[in-house]
């Protein structure tokens, strides 16, 4: 009788088939954040009881491009980059439970199955996407440069269709990336029975930072953003009516787990 | 405070962004399954506690490819066929749960978001991969006919790696598909709790059947299967040591839901 | 000083690293044929002098999916099949050159690479595409049957956005594909001067026409489709003014090179 | 009768279809090359006739991955990444032609459409493949820094197999990247007759080097390089005998055009 080992699945008896290696995990990379407001309503409808929305701005939202590269406490993956580099694109508001206001992922496309899964583990609601960020260069005419004028393009597709169109051009630097991504993130972890009679077998709803959170170059600037429809996807509920601001920065954040807020008690069997 | 819908993430006011559609879900395709004996205690090791190796025959394991159209009961999946084909590849054992004997799938690899999630719910440990199964022809050289004599090749590779390389030849009809994934799937479905402290969220023991099986030619045959390293894989733990036999067949089955067999209670907070 | 081998680039002593392998290929497939009416400037101004519009229904065109396994004449692919299996999507009109009549592909996307560089090789101006055309079962729900009512679904994507989504539905069996396609086909061969300069290195108008055709089923078919823009594309050029018929069939031919009707003899160096 | 435009096919009464917009081309990113001594026979049996090797270090080769950024003068795909991201993996050796030596690719994977038509067009035998370069980082645990001990891994894959993986060591600054790659580039352009009888249409000697090169921060290092067979590859031949040195380095250029040396003079039809 085996004593399987992994932190995710498929466990083994030394561990290494896990999809995710245990954390805590590392993250460097570039992040681009599109402040927008749209209909407050349409990010209410988002919200499940008992979250609210935020008391200010509650039409305020982030559509966030990361290209990372990130890795385990082992940094092996760093050497074999097919396990550490990925993109992924996605949808943030603000939202109060309790009386404290905090940070909500809404809709979150990535490129790799570990990112997508290690989402899942985090109340994230990924899916698979194709996502594309133009990178800054310091040599050449094929890039833009970190500095007043440089532009970058953001897209998304899944499915075989593109979903947002996203150019922004920087104006300035900047030493934040905006409000809306500021705040502990607050998810909700669902895994529906395996009865799939509509009842969940797991119901969180947990919240985490990410630690050592270190910041590179920052800088704001001006944004297009295009969403467009698919049947199977819901952004274009979320138009923007007004820009608030873009951001463009280096940054890098360890994990190492979040804290469980409330948990639904399913009976045993 | 909005009433969220949707059978998995994302939930939404109308349901239209889940990763999957509602259950239940219809499967027509091909499967391959190559039937071998590889040491027990390869197999053991990787059945937790409770779970014990099978009665006869307890290294017996399958190797399998499937070649998927699937689709909700809307069936609006198979006019757009992006979300409805997928190929996947797995790894079979038995076991014996409180003196019944189960199916049980120790790794598998799959193409689609959705299908790779799907199988999460169900317990089957999903990673994605890139898979192929030739397919049989009608007319012309470029593919096996169904008869004595058609070849198929088969293979799997992950994270840019040859996994499995396989070959089968068609020997002869054949009304069944081996005992090996013959069995209700006897699954765990794990989630690591979010404080990420080797602790688990969800730890469930569940079985589940299709139902609406329709089986169409069949056939039996003979096979030649290599398996590969990598450095986050285990499959050469189970290398061949005799093998029993292969088998190919059209079949389709529906599915909507299971049953939980054991829950473990976690307090609430 | 070597002498080097191999049907294609790139060339080594033992020609094993070639692109392609020599011909004669083998293909095996279903291929979906949807032909309507466009306006016929549409398609003449895509006719490079000397070729002319065809005398009869010149506006008439074929967008075409294709689901092949393909193999050289040592069958190998067919065990490594992701060597072997790929979908093309194409648009086909006709045109009269020197008073014959001939099929020509507009525009054509394929999903692998030596798929992609044969074409070249052929004067198909292939480029990368997602495809995907449902294909039929014999059991269960998730797929049609070969029989009036069978609904097939088929769509392309490249540069993640969707340009052509069809629905086909089967009314009846028949025993041709139409007439678009139905020619000896008629491609130039372009290569700019790597001066580039404006100038060709290669321009060729060739013809071929494959050899050893075998059909299998066939049906006839009404059908939607609709053509959606792209920055690099211009499909929507060509938008249908009025269906004519859709046929799905199952088709096999071999191909071994075609025949020079033109070349421009551009001087040595 | 249409007058066509475009670079390369397709070519449409606009010339947007074009798989490649018109050069000049500009090119901004990052390469590592890692050169190695090989057996001097297997350079030269892939240098056809009257290439001959090198006259110093003939059996000196070197691999190099880049991670490119690419544009047209209009540089629109710079703001659709999806169109100018790419990255390439390749073998070069040096040769000797008429007296002069140059430098010239073997062989070469790519992960785009666009780079791998227009690598033919400059005479580079791009086949696609899954190409991997550690990125190295400003802020964090998850990359390497630009400074001695920074580590980068660099793979290649193609058809679901391994072919290169390789590790890569700062130890200082430097202000070149070998000798192996930093010659004007000689390569065949080769085009198979459609009769695919054995013989070309397009046999040309061509030579080409890039303009407006700009160089970045630059480091040479220590690395470890392994080579994986394949039944379609045949890196394996190339298997290192002694490392030369490695080089990571920014690098920009522009392309436009290169100069035709020979060509075989094919009759007109």
Known sequence: ???????????????????LPPPPWHY????????????????????PDPLEPADDDPGAVAVIWADWQSCS?????????????YLEAFVVARCKYRGEHYSRCLYIWVDRDYAMVRGHHQGYPK????????RPVTVGKAGPR????????????????????AA????????????VNALPMLHHRWMPAIESDGSDSLVELVTMSG???????????????????S????????????PIAGYWREVAVSWNGGTTLERRVIDGV
């Open 231 to 242: 049947p199977i996807e819901e952004l274009t509920r979320l138009q923007p009516r007004e």
């Open 73 to 85: 406490d082992s940094y092996e993956e760093l050497l074999d980059p097919v396990r550490s580099q």
């Open 28 to 47: 460097s990379g570039a992040m681009l954040t599109l402040e927008y407001r749209t209909d407050p309503a349409a990010v209410a409808e988002l919200l």
């Open 211 to 229: 630690y050592d959170a270190e910041i590179g170059r920052g800088f704001t600037g001006d944004f297009d953003l295009s969403l467009f429809d």
């Open 127 to 134: 899916k698979l996407g194709s996502i594309h960020l133009t």
């Open 168 to 179: 922004f051009t920087i104006t300035d630097e900047c030493d934040h990336a905006g409000f």
């Open 146 to 165: 970190l500095e007043p004028g440089g532009r970058f393009g953001a897209t998304l597709s899944a499915s075989g269709r593109r979903l947002v169109d």
């Open 1 to 19: 009788m085996a004593d399987v080992q992994g932190f995710l699945f498929p466990r083994t008896s030394t561990g290494a088939s896990s999809l």
